[in-house]
């Protein structure tokens, strides 16, 4: 990162951190948690209509401190550890709950509080980490010491906290976050529908390879031929002849809605390239929804994971009652806790300033540690806004948004999936990639690097740079995103009934999925949490190589530039399925 990057960096993040007192707060009664006051100067064209209403029904989400939380890490490092009395096994719920989840006095503390104080329908996570009631605004402004305001944004009513969430000095250390107190901060889906148009190869320098473009689209058995899950009828005793499908793996995609014509749509898709149908379950994690405008976005999930895994043992979809970061923390909270899934997919995503302001980062990267010590692997996708954020939802143009990263994908327990332009030969094995110009990636301003982004690789720095100062780098991996004004391997689902060109992160996140999935499969389900593995199978030089997975080294993303090795562009590169299955470690070196 440049300089100059860093001093926008550091002024976006000094203007975040200004946040108001509420005026009646008493240091002897009242505890800060997590949660900010809105920054209501980042309303485009708001204003003020005045106090929300005090009878306005509120849904509230509570997150709870995590026990022992400086022990995630290095426990995730003993179950990697030979002869750690951990190796190889990964935690149940109730192991979880023991260990890290608050203690049953904890959570009943709180929900005598939160009884007292008028809540109703008050119901605790099984991981003991999140406590979600309903109350009227008036009782929500008296419980947490803070103040509500309705504003007008562009015609839509919304309503924002304009006080910080503080708890009584009892519940201090234990209520981390209060989530729902906007609606304003939500995230979006990474999702592009693209036409097709005269092809070009989105690479001007002198070195770059000339590709066959004429495949301008994938169905799933070409994305598994392209990236090594399988044979081309021209080659049918290739390295990938009766490489395992994912039949043995559990998968999970985190939705919004009415998901009828998903399901639907997903049968059609299988049909139509002679896939197997999957089990399906649907899972409400609260009030059901009748939104049906994310529908594309799940029929791209569904549909492209289960495609290039082939097959999965099922499919669950967790769907949240809508958008919002307490809603959306509540669907992740029940993919985790119910245990059922080996790796879940998120495709969407905010600039991290806004879950970060609102308490919810600090309570969904509780419940993503909880995932990797349950051998669970989340991926989201990076974004569709280049080394810029998704601030105005702005998909596939690089550098509209500020310098920043975008949220789930910067967790440092989720794998951040980048996108590439995948060019393929006339059978659609693989040719060559080019790092996406809208690809997510850069530098987290909130999270801190885990300890395998550190790994060196037998090199003498880390494989992800800035892992020497201690921030997260994104993405972790790429796959093929697909273009926007180019259809380059964009892929041809079903939407609605109908054959649909689509694109972005969000087609990159389900194809690592599903190669995940079938990587799994091929390990029995024993290879736990990815990101610690992966890490692995590359090296920080001199010089820096990812020689197992397929590695970028063309193209960028706005402020940086793909290279050999980990980059802030692709990560570490694509999955090439075989060789990665091949090669992949079960244990940390220490």
């Not at 996570?125 to 010491?145: G, K």
């Not at 530098?443 to 982004?453: G, H, N, V, Y």
């Not at 197992?548 to 570490?572: E, I, M, Q």
């Amino acid at each position: 990162m440049t300089s100059s990057t860093k001093h926008v960096g550091a002024l976006v993040v000094l203007a975040l951190l200004i946040v108001c007192v509420s005026p009646n707060a008493s240091a002897q009664n009242w505890a800060s948690t997590a949660t900010k006051a809105f920054p209501v100067r980042y309303l485009t064209n708001a204003t003020l209509v005045g106090p929300l209403a005090d009878a306005t029904s509120m849904h509230v989400v509570l997150g709870l401190q995590a026990r022992n939380a400086n022990q995630i890490q290095p426990t995730l490092k003993a179950m990697l550890t030979p002869g750690n009395s951990l190796n190889g096994t990964s935690l149940t719920l109730q192991q979880f709950v023991t260990q890290f989840g608050a203690t049953s006095a904890q959570v009943q503390a709180v929900k005598d509080y939160l009884s007292g104080m008028g809540f109703t329908d008050i119901t605790v996570a099984d991981n003991q980490l999140l406590i979600d009631a309903y109350a009227p605004a008036r009782n929500v402004e008296s419980a947490f010491n803070t103040s509500l305001a309705q504003y007008s944004v562009n015609g839509a009513s919304v309503f924002v906290n304009t006080a910080p969430a503080q708890v009584p000095a009892s519940l201090s250390g234990v209520v981390i976050a209060v989530l729902g107190l906007n609606n304003v901060a939500s995230l979006h889906t990474d999702i592009t529908r693209l036409s097709v148009g005269p092809m070009t190869v989105p690479c001007s320098a002198p070195s770059c390879p000339v590709p066959d473009v004429s495949n301008e689209s994938y169905g799933p058995q070409q994305y598994q031929i392209a990236y090594d899950g399988a044979c081309p009828s021209d080659n049918p005793t290739c390295p990938a002849k009766n490489f395992p499908t994912g039949s043995k793996t559990v998968i999970g995609i985190i939705a919004e809605g009415d998901l009828t014509q998903v399901v639907t749509d997903l049968r059609t898709y299988e049909k139509t390239n002679d896939l197997p149908e999957v089990p399906v379950t649907v899972v409400n994690a609260g009030v059901a929804s009748a939104d049906t405008s994310g529908e594309d976005e799940w029929d791209l999930d569904s549909q492209t994971s289960t495609g290039i895994a082939q097959q999965v043992s099922h499919l669950y979809f967790y769907v949240a009652t809508s958008m919002t970061d307490s809603d959306l923390a509540l669907a992740i909270s029940k993919a985790v806790s119910q245990n059922k899934v080996k790796a879940f997919n998120m495709s969407f995503g905010e600039c991290e300033f806004y879950p970060y302001i609102d308490g919810s980062m600090l309570v969904d990267d509780e419940v993503f540690a909880e995932a990797a010590l349950q051998g669970i692997t989340p991926f989201a996708s990076a974004d569709d806004n280049g080394s810029a954020c998704p601030a105005e939802a702005t998909n596939g143009v690089p550098l509209s948004g500020p310098p920043d990263t975008s949220y789930p994908a910067s967790s440092p327990y989720v794998i951040a999936v980048g996108g590439t332009n995948l060019f393929t030969n006339a059978d659609f094995t693989y040719d060559f990639e080019t790092g996406w110009e809208a690809s997510g990636g850069g530098l987290s301003l909130f999270e801190t690097a885990p300890f395998w982004q550190s790994y060196t690789g037998g090199g003498t720095t880390p494989i992800v740079p800035s892992a020497e100062a201690g921030q997260r780098g994104v993405p972790d991996v790429s796959m093929c995103a697909g273009g926007t004004e180019l259809a380059i391997c964009s892929a041809n689902i079903i939407v609605d009934g109908v054959a649909t060109l689509v694109g972005g992160t969000s087609l990159s996140s389900p194809l690592a999925m599903g190669s995940w999935a079938r990587i799994e499969s091929a390990h029995k389900n024993q290879l736990g949490f990815a990101a610690p593995l992966i890490y692995q199978l590359a090296t920080s030089g001199p010089p820096p190589t990812s020689p197992d997975f397929n590695d970028v080294t063309l193209g960028g993303n706005g402020l940086f530039t793909c290279l050999p090795g980990y980059d802030y562009v692709t990560g570490l590169g694509s999955f090439d399925i075989y060789k990665i299955s091949q090669v992949i470690p079960s244990t940390y070196p220490q």
